[in-house]
């Protein structure tokens, strides 16, 4: 190479001068026959984007200016070209009511980097994908995609890839071949297998997004080897077993959720809650509560509607910025004991944390003005959860127009963050303690 380039192969100097002025292939079948080829034949080019226009009815887009009508292809809407206007570098053409196979010819674009295909009506195959050596970023979410037989062939290039909202029904061990992935999303694809301990071997992922599925069994702890990762978005799928410890090695990660599928009324975090049930999904993650002391970027936490049980650790996100915003989400859970004091070295926290066991509130707490998004600094410890007797949807005063509630006559919460009263037992109570709760509830004592 360092005489001249290969056949099939071209260099602005006709040959490798260094490691980054090497020869690069021409990537269309009969381009840069000869050795020494300074450049390829791109008129190409112009036929295979013609192709995708009539094979996916150009003429019906939401947008066309330029297709087929400008002489030049990098005057046509949604296409990209190199500096010089030799090469097609991307297309973006998202949501534009497209219609068809898009054709293999595409993955034949001498210098394809980026394509943008997401929410079209379109068939995609990854045949011929092997050829597109310098496909960094792939986006096909909402094409209804099925399948993605081949697509491991672009494992030296493919690094952001997103399927968010397809068919797909399960992670093709050809996804494990790909790693320089950085970013992956799987969103909302009806994923019912368990995650494959082979996910460990994309090092080099930042953003791995998989809410929202049907992904059953345990975490692998082969998600610790991820020390790039910055998302762990895992959230209302069908996962069970203890949280591996593995995770605490993630030193980058900055957001992880793990809440569990709750069902058709799910509520956003921080919102109305309802009495969970076990019946069709499961009881969720089991185990204590990890300490998550290892993670010094973590921002938010999202561990909700699990079975987690056991006391807050004195360790819970030790190594976090205090002075950070850090959101964290345990709604729902077995927790128990006391809402602990350590938690005021927190200067911003948002902590969901009704729905659990917890029999004290350190009162530390009820000076953070600046927790729950400062409405602390309105209703006191009530913004962080409702005191034992008394109630409300949130399980906590989420504003001044939302305060806990007291229960009714002979319906009593014994915990902090009850978003429900329970009938009180009343019948080993005496006559007269009958009596007094009566008197009690009816405002006997004001009168």
């Known amino acids: 190479d360092g005489v001249l380039c290969p056949s099939g192969t071209f260099n602005s100097l006709g040959r490798k001068t260094d490691s980054d002025a090497f020869c690069a292939p021409c990537g269309v079948a ?51 070209c190199t500096d010089d206007r030799e090469f097609v570098i991307g297309i973006t053409l998202e949501d534009n009511g497209m219609k068809g196979a898009v054709p293999k010819d595409i993955f034949s674009l001498p210098r394809l980097e980026s394509l943008k295909l997401k929410k ?21 979410s909402e094409t209804s995609l099925t399948r993605l037989d081949g697509i491991g062939m672009a494992k030296d290039s493919l690094k952001y890839l997103h ?49 929202h599925n049907k992904i059953t069994g345990s975490l692998p702890t082969e998600l610790g080897n991820l020390k790039n990762l910055k998302v762990l978005a895992l959230g209302e799928n069908y996962l069970s077993g203890e949280i591996p410890t593995e995770l605490n090695r993630l030193t980058n990660i900055e957001i992880i959720a793990l809440q569990r599928e709750a069902g058709e009324t799910a509520p956003g ?25 290892g993670l010094p970027k973590i921002r938010e936490l999202y561990l909700g509607s699990n079975s987690l049980h056991g006391e807050i650790p004195n360790e819970f996100l030790s190594s976090a910025d205090k002075s950070a915003v850090i959101k964290v989400d345990l709604t729902m859970n077995d927790l128990e004991g006391e809402f602990p004091d350590f938690l005021k070295e927190f200067g911003q926290m948002k902590m969901y944390a009704a729905g659990n066991r917890f029999n004290g509130m350190a009162q530390s707490l009820c000076s953070k003005d600046n927790w729950m998004g400062g409405e602390v600094s309105v209703s006191g410890c009530n913004a962080i959860l409702c005191p034992p007797g008394t109630f409300n949807i949130y399980g906590r005063a989420a504003s001044a127009e939302t305060p806990c509630e007291d229960c009714p006559y002979t319906y009593e919460a014994d915990f902090y963050g009850s978003i429900e009263c329970l009938p009180t037992h009343t019948e080993t109570y005496s006559d007269k303690e009958v009596l007094q709760l009566f008197y009690e509830a009816t405002g006997g004592a004001h009168l």
């Not at 094979?55 to 066309?64: A, I, K, P, T």
């Not at 009506?121 to 096909?140: P, Q």
């Not at 397809?166 to 909302?188: A, F, K, R």
């Open 30 to 80: 009969g381009h840069g026959q000869f050795f020494g080829e300074t450049d390829c034949d791109t008129s190409d080019q112009k036929s295979i984007l013609e192709k995708i226009y009539y094979d996916l009815r150009g003429g019906q887009w939401e947008v066309n200016d330029g297709w087929v009508t400008a002489d030049s292809v990098c005057d046509w809407f949604g296409v990209t």
């Open 163 to 211: 399927l968010t909202n397809n068919n797909l029904g399960q992670i093709p061990d050809e996804i494990y071949q790909l790693t320089n992935l950085e970013d992956l999303y799987m969103n909302y694809n009806e994923i019912s297998s368990s995650l494959s301990t082979k996910i460990g071997l994309l090092t080099n992922l930042k953003n791995l997004f998989l809410f």
């Open 269 to 293: 975090i921080g919102g109305p809650l309802e009495p969970k049930s076990d019946i069709e999904i499961g009881k969720g993650f089991t185990g204590l509560l990890p300490p998550f002391d």
């Open 120 to 140: 079209n009506d379109i068939e995609f195959s990854f045949d011929g994908i092997g050829s597109a050596v310098y496909l960094h970023t792939l986006s096909l």
